[in-house]
T-cell receptor, first 117, second 111 residues
């Protein structure tokens, strides 16, 4: 149980284009999902908290107009990187918190590697 | 300010050796999780500790939560190459809604 999927697993795009990444909780409902960014050999950096049916909460320094988050259902959140540039190249990871779980644990997706040319 | 400091940052050992990774904070946590992440993949939850002084074992891995719930340790006995990866501790300090991640410990176990 507690499986989170991400799609795509990797994507290469041209500078200026937009890229959408999907995050799904496969066997549980998640009113809260999280989006992280990870640079090589570093820990995870929280970008935003995605709440089902409401606006996402962004961390300081994260541009909400550049990283659009939509959490339309209890099992799906999407992150759209708009007008991507090479500096947006990174490993993006989502996680979902199992509501009602014993310890409110978070389960992570496999990540999406974005390369912007 | 980093809420969760891990040490060491990097550890390279031979197969069969033992090791301990530390996760320290000045904040109190209601629970702490340990994750292992392999290159190109998302973190995988290993264990959650919730009670001060608690010890949990997962095969060759032993996790301990400090009595004051401000720190935790991960001990691996007889490390194997398959243990190679990035180990991350994480938790929610009291009053925080968000999961805070440690700085990470990169482990390399050579045959």
């Amino acid at each position: 149980g507690a499986v989170v999927s991400q799609h795509p697993s990797w994507v290469i795009c041209k500078s200026g284009t937009s890229v959408k990444i999907e995050c799904r909780s496969l066997d549980f409902q998640a009113t809260t999902m999280f989006w992280y960014r990870q640079f090589p050999k570093q820990s995870l950096m929280l970008m935003a908290t995605s709440n089902e049916g409401s606006k996402a909460t962004y961390e300081q320094g994260v541009e909400k107009d550049k990283f659009l988050i939509n959490h339309a259902s209890l099992t799906l959140s999407t992150l759209t990187v708009t007008s991507a540039h090479p500096e947006d190249s990174s490993f993006y990871i989502c996680s979902a918190r199992e509501e009602g779980g014993t310890y409110n644990e978070q389960f992570f997706g496999p990540g999406t590697r974005l390369t912007v040319l | 300010t980093q809420l969760l400091e891990q040490s060491p940052q990097f550890l390279s050992i031979q197969e069969g050796e033992n090791l301990t990774v530390y996760c320290n904070s000045s904040s109190v946590f209601s629970s702490l999780q340990w994750y292992r992440q392999e290159p190109g993949e998302g973190p995988v939850l290993l264990v959650t500790v919730v009670t001060g002084g608690e010890v949990k074992k997962l095969k060759r891995l032993t996790f301990q939560f400090g009595d004051a719930r401000k720190d935790s340790s991960l001990h691996i006995t007889a490390a194997q190459p398959g243990d190679t990866g990035l180990y991350l501790c994480a938790g929610r300090p009291r009053g925080f809604q968000k999961l805070v991640f440690g700085t990470g410990t990169r482990l390399l176990v050579s045959p």
